[in-house]
């Protein structure tokens, strides 16, 4: 159901949820200091109560309201990327919501930059908690439509056209002594947050049982199946061993498609070829996989990308995607 910018504030205000646009994907909405609001987002996307929820703040200084710590090394990530994909878990104030925040010492902000969505920030004057508006494990949605395929026509969309980046935000985490950690990644890179703090991440050994290592930055909520297609999906580092699979999969009267990267041969099944350049398949990536698992073949065969580090943040998540199908993957592709 769409609804306006005022009808959105509106909603927002009387503790609703309500989807909205944002350059990476669609979120799932909700007042960020009424927990009764926040509580309809882990039902509607019957998401598990311990995965926390990123802030989406109108500005810089409203970090202050929300983390007892902005660290210079987290302040100077601020003022390069937002607004912008880029998401800061800072130490979060005693008052910050435990159902916000999953129970972690933590809170996650970040400013999106999407003028609608900077646009209700401001008109409704509250601060908006919003994980990706899919179904938990599902594909996330980069248009109104798949919001509404996702979660049904009867949650409200603040429609703002197709998302730009096309891929969930990099989170980033900054502790107190202002070390960085990469905690998921996304299209602004490690190497850029390296470049914009001027030194290198810091990662902690999470299997440490050191009590010195308090600060440990958790990643809840990272499952391996998670940004999922329903089709079962096999993943291949080289196009001849997809091409070969597909054969096979055809030969016993199944059906496959095939999302290709790049240039090249193509198989004999439908194919959605995307381009060389990771900017352009991030922003196609979930609508392709949208259009592929409407499809309902019996399984999707996706190409993965080099894997180089301007690729790694599409990789991650062509791997979650197909982390039902590490079995396929071996038996397709055998030839590394
Ligand atoms: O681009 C994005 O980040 C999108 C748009 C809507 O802003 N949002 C998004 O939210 O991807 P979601 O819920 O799908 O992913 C948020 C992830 C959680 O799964 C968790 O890993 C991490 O953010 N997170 C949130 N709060 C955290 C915290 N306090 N400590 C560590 N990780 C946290
Ligand atoms: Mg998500």
Redesign the pocket.
């Given at each position: 159901m769409h609804v306006s910018l005022a009808q959105a504030s509106a909603l927002l205000k009387s503790g609703e949820v309500v989807a909205?646009p944002?350059e990476?994907?669609?979120?799932?909405a909700a007042d960020a200091s009424n927990d009764s609001a926040l509580r309809k987002i882990f039902t509607t996307k019957q998401?598990p109560a311990d995965?926390?929820?990123?802030v989406?703040i109108g500005n810089i200084n409203q970090v202050y309201a929300w983390a007892s710590e902005f660290p210079e090394t987290a302040m100077q990530l601020a003022k390069t990327f937002w607004p912008g994909?880029l998401?800061l878990?800072l130490p979060?104030l005693d008052h910050v919501s435990r159902v916000l925040?999953?129970n972690?010492p933590?809170?996650?902000l970040?400013v999106?930059n999407h003028p609608t969505t900077l646009a209700l920030l401001e008109l409704s004057g509250l601060s908006v908690a919003?994980?990706?508006?899919n179904l938990f494990t599902q594909l996330?949605p980069t248009t109104a439509a798949h919001v509404e395929a996702g979660l049904g026509v009867h949650v409200p969309v603040l429609d703002g056209g197709a998302c730009t980046?096309g891929?969930?935000?990099t989170?980033v985490?900054v502790t107190a002594d202002g070390n960085w950690q990469l905690?998921?990644p996304?299209m602004i890179s490690e190497e850029q947050i390296a470049h914009a703090t001027g030194k290198p991440q810091v990662v902690v050994d999470k299997t440490s049982h050191n009590i010195l290592d308090k600060q440990t930055?958790?990643?809840?909520?990272?499952h391996l199946l998670h940004y999922s297609p329903r089709t079962p999906v096999a993943l291949f580092n080289h196009r001849a061993d997809l091409m070969h699979a597909c054969e096979a999969i055809q030969h016993i009267n199944q059906t496959c498609a095939a999302l290709l990267i790049g240039a090249g041969d193509t198989p004999t099944c439908k194919v959605i070829q995307l381009s060389e350049k990771p900017e352009e398949v991030a922003e196609a990536l979930y609508r392709s996989l949208h259009v592929l698992d409407a499809l309902q073949v019996n399984q999707l065969l996706i190409e993965l990308p080099p894997n180089t580090l301007a690729w790694t943040a599409v990789r991650d998540r062509l791997t979650r995607a197909g982390g039902s199908a590490v079995e396929s993957l071996r038996s397709h592709d055998v030839s590394k």
């Open positions: 909205i944002t990476t994907v669609y979120g799932l998401r995965h926390p929820l990123i989406h994909p998401t878990v979060a925040r999953g972690e933590t809170v996650a970040r999106p919003a994980p990706s508006a996330s980046v891929i969930e935000s989170i985490s905690l998921r996304g930055p958790k990643v809840p909520g990272q």
